[in-house]
């Protein structure tokens, strides 16, 4: 490598814009805030696209030594970043995403008083994200991890005047850190056993070694542990209950930290232990099944939610779950495609839930919008696009996404198909259902007094005419071009950047699939002639499709139409629900009492939770911790210490009197006392 | 030739007045003789030493003491004096502004 890339000038970049509106912002102007935030990420994006420019002439995987960090005995540890195939794509997303997210942001974030605080933060968060993403080792790579949950819990508790955005905040902090004890001590087993954690020299340790088929072993318990980390950071099954909850944090931050970025890391780190993965299939099978569940979960708790965000939350839960599905079927290169359309597709529907909401003067409650199409006419066609898109109807890009994860988990096992398409049917279902309940029918809100659920909305824009009435939203109106902009590049992409991932059993040939070959293939060839998978076993793939032969060509063609088949059926289904018989539903929810009420409280996990979990940790530690050895013991032993002391002094301060002649009585005393000892002394 | 015991014990006695009264009297110029008192059986020992062991620095030192005792009473009757004139009193319990 003649010249270097500097890849470490791109996470800097975003560090130094947060610097400089952290420590300068309270005093600068908004304008100078914004020139600062969009500068510094959008230099940052501009270096992964010349980065990306110069990508195939490297050599591949492109590594770049900054310093030396940690050397203790035979263990190293450099600052050293890494680049190939895979982190290029996460690296594309997220400057890309993120900055069409900072953009919106400042239209969305303008009349906050937090303004430059906001966006400290937000750059703080890509710092994070792009170390986490360009890391060459795991311990680079978990200190970007712990440092977008630093973020995550910034900007949830962004209102930290809200009690339920601080408890949020807090929520998601503590449940990660239970996800992140799983991935540490992953980490110290592969320190231990492999004595590395710089990616090239772990997978190259790895890489000969056999999968354990019988059962459980070293690779299984370090895949099993990476995945709990992964589970609590994209908010998987059991430890999904955060990311929900995270909506109380501004929109703009629900869709970069919460739906396109950050609850990605976990597939992305899944992806990139593939090695470890492939070799421990029971691990992946551990994957699968946690993705699966999730995905189905999530769907279903995400039918009856009400809160427009809330909806858009469990959707990101249970669509994170079929990323793991395909990393658990070893389809890794399905679930990266999956996690950059969705990046795109979410990222525009909580964009534009964000402007619909803002439209509404903070209103969040679906069931008092509707008929808002040709009120806010852009915010919905960008929406269309986004639903559609997440519902998998082709061509647009959830559709090659979904059906290629789904055509990978049939190859697996029917049944992760068949509860695939039953989840994407429900995903249609409920992201129609906010559609319809959303733009069509009547406009059920009530017009005079807005619902301030977001603070920073109900303000209008400088640029808007009511600018000057606090709670002036008196009538619905459309967002400023600074926040339709990004909405429109990410409707283009949601609706187009599904091609290249276009299926060989349509026409294409997936051209993704192939870019990502090299970084899953360099070990797969072993994995298929091993151990075949699981199930139904599949004929040898290698993530290519040119190479089917055709009557599993022509099967793909039918279960893509079958996917195709339950998204419309979602949409049939939510059009006749909540659009042509509106009181249909109602009566539904009394027929299916018991379930219903499951549902809309989300199975009661979160009383689960805190029944079995929370409240006898709080009352443990309430009792035990606080009473017992804070306050009885540490603070018992200081206070007896103190007032010990007083006492004493208490008794012996009458000594000091003030009196002149006491003092020489005293003095007189002690002397007369030390000549008696001598003389005494003396005589003996 | 009186023997040493008999300076040591009228010295000691002479110590004691001091500190009896100086423990006892409010006056302050009482107070002040009472401390002459003591310094001066202090000498008294000291030059009853120095004649008992032939030794010279017991009553050099009895000068150095009369010279402080000399420089003292010539400051504290000064400060004395301003206390008088301040305060109109010459009792010690009564000169008690530095008390808590």
New interface residues.
Partial sequence: MSSSLHLWVIPLLPLAGAAINGFFGRRASKKAVTTVALVFCGLAFAMALYVSARFFSLSLPYQEVIAPWIRAGNFSIDFAFYLDQLSLVMLLVVTGVGFLIHIYSVGYMWDDPGYYRFFSYLNLFMFFMLSLVLANNYLLMFIGWEGVGLASYLLIGFWFTRDSAASAGKKAFIVNRMGDFGFLIGLFLLIKHFGSLTFSNVFARIAPLNPETAGAGLLTAIGILLMFGAAGKSAQIPLYVWLPDAMEGPTPVSALIHAATMVTAGVYMVARSHVIFERAPSALTVVAIIGLLTALFAATIGVAQTDIKKVLAYSTVSQLGYMFLACGVAAFSAGIFHLMTHAFFKGLLFLSAGSVIHALGGEQDMRRMGGLRQKIPWTFWTMTGGTFAIAGIPPLAGFFSKDEILWRAYQASWVYWLIGVFTAFLTSFYMFRLWFMTFFGEYRGDVEKPHGNEPTVIAAHSNDAHASTAHGHGHIHESPKVMLIPLVILAILSFAGGWVGWPGSLGGNNRFDKFLGPVFRTTAPEINAEHAAPGEAAPPEQGTEGAEPHANRRTELMFTGISVAAALLGLFLADLLYRRRPELPEKIAIWLDGLYDAVAHKYYVDELYATLLVKPLIDSSTRILWRGIDQNIIDGAVNETADGARHISDNVRHMQS????SY??WI?LGSALVIAYMIWMGLQ | MVPLPYYLMLSGVLFACG?TG???KRNIITIFMSIELMLNGVNLSFVAFAAHWHALSGQVFVFFVMVVAAAEAAVGLAIIIAVYRTRETLN??QV?L???
């Fill in positions: 003030g009196n002149l002649r020489a009585g007189a | 500190v100086f423990l006892i010690v319990d008690n530095l008390k808590l």
